[in-house]
């Protein structure tokens, strides 16, 4: 069982460019989210979805843009990298709200 | 959004001793309360949890209390070893849609 499963691992971005962070799960939850992580922080909640076709802002939306077309799969955008975007990004999932959120094993990113 | 916070930021404790990190909120409609441990360069991972119909939870050498009254929950480890160094995070949902907010963690070091 593969349960959240993230891509890539590590990523070098110039600043301006776009990618999509991969993120997938085997469990079939319906609640997953993205979080960003930076030093002294905590976790950080970018955007949520509570299932396919149904996505809401987190905490620190500005820059990325999410969609959910399956209950498996959770993609994050980031459409014009900026420095200010480096951090190490964590997907997660849970079956219900108030349930253990299992996370993916993170991606960490640099925007030069 | 709902505000956690958490403390101390560092914790430096003799094997064998107990730790304790503290967690305070400000929204009483806040329902579920985990704990997750961070090894260096992995995920975050569930070591427990409570709600609010709970006051208190033990599974082994780790212990969460959740005093509603006062707005906070802790966490309490016996008998620390080696292998409790990490960093943990204390975190909260308020919503149906179960969005988690995150403290932003106590730095644990045990030293033998």
């Known amino acids: 069982n593969a349960g959240v499963t993230q891509t890539p691992k590590f990523q070098v971005l110039k600043t301006g460019q776009s990618m999509t962070l991969q993120c997938a799960q085997d469990m079939n939850h319906e609640y997953m989210s993205w979080y960003r992580q930076d030093p002294g922080m905590g976790l950080r909640l970018i955007h949520y979805s509570v299932g396919a076709g149904i996505t809401d802002q987190g905490e620190v939306p500005n820059g990325y843009n999410v969609s959910r077309s399956t209950t498996e799969d959770f993609p994050l955008r980031l459409l014009s990298a900026a420095p200010s975007q480096t951090s190490v990004y964590f997907c997660?999932?849970?079956?219900?709200?108030?349930?253990?959120?299992?996370f993916g094993q993170g991606t960490r990113l640099t925007v030069v | 959004g709902e505000n956690v916070e958490q403390h101390p930021s560092t914790l430096s404790v003799q094997e064998g001793d107990s730790a304790v990190i503290k967690c305070t909120y400000s929204?009483?409609?806040?329902?579920?309360f985990p704990w997750y441990k961070q090894e260096l360069g992995k995920r975050p991972q569930l070591i427990i949890d409570i709600r609010s119909n709970v006051g208190e939870k033990k599974d082994q050498r780790i212990a969460v209390t959740l005093n509603k009254t006062a707005k906070h929950f802790s966490l309490h480890i016996t008998e620390t070893q080696p292998e409790d160094s990490a960093v943990y995070f204390c975190?909260?949902?308020?919503?149906?849609?179960?969005?988690?907010?995150f403290g932003a963690g106590t730095q644990v070091v045990v030293t033998p």
């Open positions: 975190a909260l949902t308020t919503d149906s849609w179960g969005k988690l907010q």
């Open positions: 929204d009483s409609a806040s329902n579920y």
């Open positions: 997660a999932s849970s079956q219900d709200p108030g349930q253990e959120a299992f």
